[in-house]
């Protein structure tokens, strides 16, 4: 069965440094998504991308944050400067034109 | 963000027997339900959806009940396995043609015993 798959499985880094999270969304997929889950609290949604362009992000993907689909198989989510606030379990999700979304493992971003 | 919660979390279940996990909604617009099963270090697995026009949907061992006017829904195990320990999440949307934007619940952690 087709799978959304992220790298790397485990990020650490520097508080102020920049992060490129990465995933390969299900090839016949149309919506792309970031999602996170900081421990303990609920998985949030942050930004969703359609025909190459953000259709919906939350107030949490601020200016620090951004996304892109670079070619015809990844998405990338760039945290410009981490702040330890940003350690969290980041999942990527695709969905062909209907639900329901199909999540990756996550990237556990850890900024030290 | 408090529009889904799930109250209960945990829920332990002998072999065999039925596992109920509830969640329940506050926003009326929400008109398409997910829930999501999750093993630790994995992403949230699709288990079964519910669309605000149906009231049931079954498919095997899940069913999943939405009763609108409580803005309520339930996921029914039957019977439940060992396997199926997990934490299991419930996710809320709306937006007619174009959904993007899911609100999740805290997740159940089900524990279903030998």
């Known amino acids: 069965e087709p799978e959304v798959t992220q790298t790397p499985s485990h990020q650490v880094t520097q508080m102020g440094q920049e992060v490129i999270l990465r995933c390969v969304p299900i090839s016949n997929h149309l919506y792309f998504y970031w999602y996170r889950q900081i421990l303990g609290q609920k998985v949030e949604f942050l930004v969703s991308f359609y025909n190459n362009e953000i259709s919906e992000k939350s107030e949490i993907f601020d200016d620090q944050f951004s996304v892109e689909r670079p070619d015809g198989s990844n998405f990338t989510l760039k945290i410009r400067s981490t702040k330890l606030e940003d350690s969290a379990m980041y999942f990527c999700?695709?969905?062909?034109?209907?639900?329901?979304?199909?999540f990756g493992n996550g990237t556990r971003l850890t900024v030290t | 963000d408090q529009q889904v919660k799930q109250n209960s979390p945990s829920l332990s279940v002998q072999e065999g027997r039925i596992s109920i996990l509830n969640c329940d909604y506050t926003n009326s617009m929400f008109d398409y339900f997910l829930w999501y099963k999750k093993y630790p270090a994995e992403g949230p697995t699709f288990l079964i959806s519910i669309s605000s026009i149906k009231d049931k949907n079954e498919d095997g061992r899940f069913t999943v009940f939405l009763n609108k006017s409580a803005k309520h829904l339930s996921l029914h195990i039957v019977p439940s396995q060992p396997g199926d320990s997990a934490v299991y999440f419930c996710?809320?949307?709306?937006?007619?043609?174009?959904?993007?934007?899911?609100?999740f619940g805290s997740g159940t952690k089900l524990n279903v015993k030998p």
């Open positions: 999700a695709s969905s062909e034109a209907d639900p329901p979304l199909h």
């Open positions: 996710a809320a949307g709306s937006g007619g043609y174009n959904f993007n934007k899911f609100y």
